[in-house]
């Protein structure tokens, strides 16, 4: 039974409601723009490193939502800084959670100007016994078009901003109780752990290579060891194949890597993957094989889509053995998550095994990735906003009343 929550405070508003654009929020600035808002405000600037890291403790230790929560600060200080800056993060417009506890919320983030329509992203967490997997969306949208993608059917609307990105790990850390002394929510299972959130994979909506900047400065707040602090070795950007930015990533970022490959020839590839017409295969690979710190023990993740009838042969299992030849690598077999109007089929299991087993005999770690939230449209590859879900569906039936006026009017 899938549980949908539409405000998951039981209000007819939803949840961390954004109350005024105009004040910039402090989510998501490193230390040193929060220096400079403090010296802006007026705080001596002895006192400055000090005040930064009170500020960096109640955000990313304690969760504080409103400036009253953060008594370390003087209250003449709390009064300035809640008259020119807030503590805002995305609105939680609706939850659903999984027959199997996968929980996926629709985010409503502040409009850019008063007066814009205020654009949604999707946000997913995947609890297991002795972990949680947080993935979160860079972009609102996305410009690739993966034909095996639900996201890629919606137009880019823009990038998110660092406080977005980060918000959405505040966000989550609210729902399921991670902050010291919250209550834990029982409408769902958790990780029976301390930590709740103990990964973070950069596979929600858009392509996180091209939203560069900004996912840099989230991910550096959320490794920081004195906030959030999830190691770097548990943080994973997930691409589709920028090759040129790859190196990059690693040098500046150093993270994990998985790679969305999903075929072994560019004429394929060049479908499922269209990006790869601008950086083919051997391109991305031989960026790939470059990668720093790349090692047995810092391996690539290269993640495959098992499509029916499409790059499940076994021909194809042997190709990507090859292609593969002398990357540390682990290979992630994906299930075909469907969506409405996809045009493909996942793949049989019993193909998927013998798929898996020509991997595996060549020495790689070939997992096959248990779908996760398949019944709420949180899997791989289904995410998509809910209000581009209205929309298109508005388009649809006013397509459907135009033609029905046509046909009245012959």
Known sequence: MVALIDTVDGSNRPVGTQTDISKPSLIGLDRVA????????????????????????????????????????????????????????????????????????????????????APEIETVYIPEEDRGTLCVSSQVGCTLTCTFCHTGTQRLVRNLTPGEIVGQILIARDRIGEWPGATRPTDGPLPNAERLITNIVLMGMGEPLFNFDNVRQAMEIAADGDGISVSKRRITLSTSGIAPMIPRCGVELGVMLAISLHAVRDDLRDVLVPINRKYPIAELLDACRAYPS??????????????????DSLADAKALVRLLAGIPAKINLIPFNPWPGAPYES????????????????????????????????????????????????????????????????
Not at 297 to 311: C, D, H, P, S
């Open 294 to 311: 790349l090692s047995n023990a810092k391996r690539i993740t290269f993640e495959y889509v098992m499509l029916r009838g499409v790059n």
């Open 34 to 117: 929060l220096a400079d808002r403090l010296t802006d405000l007026g705080v001596p600037e002895r006192q400055i490193r000090m005040r930064v890291a009170q500020l960096w403790n109640r955000l990313y230790v304690g969760g504080a939502q409103t400036f009253d929560d953060m008594t370390t600060l003087s209250k003449d200080l709390r009064h300035a800084l809640d008259s020119q800056v807030s503590l805002d993060r995305p609105e939680i417009v609706s939850e659903q959670i999984s027959t199997d506890g996968t929980r996926k919320w629709l985010l409503r983030l502040a409009p850019g100007r008063p007066g814009e329509a």
């Open 347 to 410: 793949s049989e299991w019993e193909q998927i095994e013998k798929f898996a087993e020509i991997i595996n005999k060549a020495g790689y770690a070939s997992p096959v990735r248990t779908p996760r939230g398949r019944d709420i449209m949180a899997a791989c590859g289904q995410l998509k906003s809910a209000s581009e879900k209205m929309h298109a569906r508005k388009r649809r039936a006013e397509q459907v009343n135009i033609s029905a006026m046509k046909e009245t009017l012959r």
